[in-house]
C-alpha cells in the first residue's frame, strides 16, 4: 500500500482515525495502530510481514539481553550478534543477487544468481532496530520492556515504508505517554496534504519530463538535452522523497507523534556539506552517529570513516555500482571542502558557491538515476561535452527547447518551492501583529489544502500506480 492512492487516503485512514478515536485508553490506541501498521505491509507483501515480526521480537529481546549484561560480556556479545542478524538480512534480502553476480564476473564463475524479491522499507526498519541496539549499549535509551510498544515503535505505518529513520529515543516517551490535539490532527492533515501534492501534481509530472530522455538511449541527446534533463531528475528525486517525508511526519503528527524533519530546503544550500546537512537528515545523522567516529584499529580515522560512511551511504541505496559511485562522489567533494577548498570557499562570493552546489548536486543526481553503466558513461560524455567537441552529439535541440516552453510553469514553480519561500511567507503571516493577517492567512492555508487535495484526487483517479522512489531502498 503506497500514501498515494485513493484507496489509503479515503479508506485506510479514516478507518485508522475512527478506530483510534473510538478508544480513551492509549494502550488500545496503540493496538489499533499495531493492526493497521500490520495490515499496510502485508497489503502488498503478506510473507514478508513474517520478516518484519522477527526484526520487531528479536531486537527487542537482544535490548532487553543488552541492558542487563551492559558491562559482561555477554552483552558485548549481544551487542555483536545483533549487528550482525540486522546486516545479515540485508545482505540476504537485498545484496545476495549483487554479490554473486560480481562475483561471477570477477572469478569467471557461473553460481546460479539468487532470485529473492526485495522486502519493502528492510532498509528502513533494519537501521531503526540499529540504532535502537546501539543507543541501548550506549545507555543513551533504555532497552524498552514491552514487546508491544517496540512493535508499535518499529512497525508504525507513517514511516515503516520509506522512512524517515525515526531514532526510539525520538518517539520513546511518546509510545507510552502522548496526546493527540485537533491543533495536531489540523496541522498532520495539512502537512499529509502538502506532501501528497509534491508527489502527484510535481514530482509525477517531472518524472513524465525525465523518462521523455532519459527513458531509452541518451547517445541522441544534445548537451542541453542532458543538462536541462538531469536539473529536472534532480527536482523530482526531491520532491518525490520529500513529499513522502512531508506525509509521514503529517501522519505521525495526527496520531500525536512529532517526528524529526527529514529535509530543510537542500537546494538553498551554498556548499555540498550544507547540502548534505539539509538532504535526507534521518540517514546522514545516523551515519554520522554511529559510522563516521567509529574507533578503526584502535582509534578515529577521520578520513577513512568519510570514505566508509559515503561508500556505505551510497551502497544502503541499492544494489548497484553506480549507487557506490554516487555515494564516493559526494564524499569525494566534502573531503574537497573540508581541505583543499576549506579557504577558498571562505571567499567566494555567495551565487558562485550556489552555482557551484548546483552544478555537483546535478551531476550527483545523474550517476543516481542511471544503474546501466553504459548509459552512465554515456551521461559522463554529455555531461563533461565530450561528446559534443567529438561531434557525437548536438548541442541544442528543438525537442529538448519545446519540452522547456511547454513544462516552463511546472519548472519554475519546482524550483520555487524547493526553495524556502513559502516558510518566509508563512512565518511574517503567523507574527504578524495584524489578526486580519493572521486569519487571512489561515483560511488561505485551508482553502489552499482543499483545492491541493481536490486536485491531487483527481490525478490519481487515472493512475493505477505511484510507488515513491525509495520504496525500492
Known sequence: ????????????????????????????????????SLIFYAWGEPVYVLLLLFSAVFNWCMGLVIERNREAPGGKAAVALAIVVNLALLLVFKYSAF???????????????????LPIGISFFTFQALSYIIDVYW?????????KNFLLYLSLFPQLIAGPIVRYSVVEEEISNRSTTLTDLAQGAMRVILGLAKKVIIANNLYAIVETFYGGSIASLSIFGNWYTVIVCSLYVYFDF????????GLGRMFGFHFDENFTHPFACTTVAEFWQRWHISLGSFFRDYLLYVPIFGQPRKYFNLFLVWFCTGLWHGASWNYVLWGLYFGMFLFFEQTIAKKWLKRWPSWVKFIYS????????????????????????????VSAFSGQAAWFDALTWSSLLNNFFLIAVAIIISMPVFPKVKS??????????????????????????????????????????????
Open 358 to 385: 548546483k552544478i555537483v548536486i546535478a551531476i550527483g543526481f545523474g550517476i543516481f538515476y542511471f544503474e546501466d553503466m553504459s548509459q552512465l558513461g554515456e551521461f559522463f560524455k554529455h555531461i563533461f561535452l
Open 99 to 117: 554479490i554473486v553476480e560480481n562475483l561471477n564476473t570477477m572469478l569467471k564463475t557461473s553460481i546460479d544468481v539468487p532470485s529473492i524479491s
Open 242 to 249: 520529500s513529499g513522502y517525508s512531508d506525509m509521514a511526519i
Open 428 to 473: 511574517l503571516v503567523l507574527e504578524s501583529r495584524s489578526q486580519g493577517v493572521y486569519n487571512l492567512g489561515w483560511v488561505a492555508s485551508i482553502l489552499g489544502c482543499v483545492a491541493l487535495l481536490a486536485l491531487s484526487s483527481i490525478l490519481l483517479v487515472d493512475s493505477t500506480n505511484n510507488p515513491f522512489l525509495y520504496f525500492r531502498f
Open 139 to 147: 545507555e543513551t535509551v533504555e532497552a524498552q520492556p514491552r514487546f
Open 1 to 36: 500500500m503506497v500514501f498515494a492512492d485513493l484507496f489509503f487516503l479515503y479508506v485506510f485512514l479514516p478507518l485508522c482515525l475512527l478506530g483510534y478515536c473510538l478508544f480513551k485508553d492509549l494502550e488500545k490506541k496503540n493496538t489499533v495502530l499495531i493492526i493497521f
